[in-house]
């Protein structure tokens, strides 16, 4: 997804810029280069096994080379509205792509991070901005902190669901237990771990199958 994003965002907003201004310095060249190597890097993450294993590193390296060549482009335009805002708004997407990706914090903080530092660079080094420096900083910085916060809170649920799931199958297996549920609107059904261990059968992502075909009739009567 990742990918896509990054693939689409750069020849995206390189078309607005154009049509915002006919003066705007940006290279089609390397828009094009860029996607032809995210759409690659898309194909290789199905096709080959170490570059699917090595998505992460990858990932930051693309983002990296992105953000810093978005600050070039700041620099270049003297911090045009339209090249600043482009790079708001793509700091805040690949932002909040990280923090839906990552299940570590530091990974998604150094990417936010570098980008807000690419902004700080780029902003004060233009001698005549287009744009007060001060003020695209700030709001980069209040941009960052709401995507940092964000991905803290995301990562902090997901060690509470964790710790309930765990707790569950120690509990199952402890007191050979298991649990089951059925929608009876969608006919879905679900299990836990210690309900597969019961029937003798083994976990898998797949709708289990029905009670009636695993387990005798009088002990589904006494499930259900």
Known sequence: MTLVVCGGLLPAFGMAFRMASADVIDPWGVRIVWTALCLALLTATYRIAWVRASAPQVLHILLSGMVVWLGILLYANGLAPEIALGYLFTYATVGSVLGLTFDR????????????????????????????????????????????????????????????????????????????????????????????????????????????????????????
């Open 105 to 224: 914090f530091s990974s998604t903080a150094a990417s936010i991070l570098l980008g807000a530092g690419v902004a700080v660079v780029s902003a004060f080094s233009v001698d005549a901005p287009a744009v007060s420096p001060g003020f695209f900083v700030f709001t980069v910085a209040v941009t960052g902190a709401i995507l940092l916060s964000g991905t803290l809170a995301r990562l902090r649920d997901r060690e509470v669901l964790d710790a309930r799931d765990h707790l569950l199958r120690t509990a199952e297996a402890l007191g050979q237990l298991g649990s089951w549920s059925y929608d009876i609107a969608t006919g879905q059904r679900q299990w836990s771990e210690g309900m597969y261990s019961l029937v003798g059968l083994p976990a898998s992502p797949a709708s289990p199958p029905p009670l009636a075909t695993v387990l005798p009739e009088e002990e589904v009567l006494a499930l259900t």
